[in-house]
């Protein structure tokens, strides 16, 4: 029996500009978007835009009452995560993407980052 293997190919780079990644329970900054965004931050602000359908990221050196803590881990990689599996559900955001996906990171008004969780 003859097999006729087809290699598998990387198709361009790893993601090099800021992005983030939701998740069911979580927001994944990669390495780009943590060193840009969230160098002097230990919190975020997490808010949600229905009508434009976005979400808005506004990083935090100190902590307020409605903030999430930013959780960085050093593995092979480092790897940047704010828990917001309640803000997540809350809202519905994963009913809306219907599975994970990453987005390019927008600078908005005052410090505030913009997920755009619909393409027009």
């Not at 927001?27 to 780009?32: C, K, M, P, Q, T």
């Amino acid at each position: 029996m003859k097999y006729e293997f087809q290699k598998y190919e990387r198709r361009g780079e790893r993601m090099s500009s800021p992005a983030v990644t939701v998740t069911r329970r979580c927001l994944i900054f990669n390495v780009a978007s943590a060193e840009k965004y969230l160098k002097d931050s230990e919190h975020v602000e997490l808010y949600f835009d229905n009508t434009n359908m976005a979400v808005g990221i506004l990083p935090l050196k100190e902590e307020t009452k409605d903030s999430f803590p930013i959780k960085k881990y050093r593995r092979k990689s480092p790897v940047t995560i704010v828990n917001a599996s309640r803000f997540i559900s809350h809202f519905g955001i994963m009913d809306i993407l219907e599975k994970r996906k990453s987005f390019m990171v927008k600078e908005g008004e005052k410090g505030m980052l913009m997920l755009r969780l619909l393409q027009e």
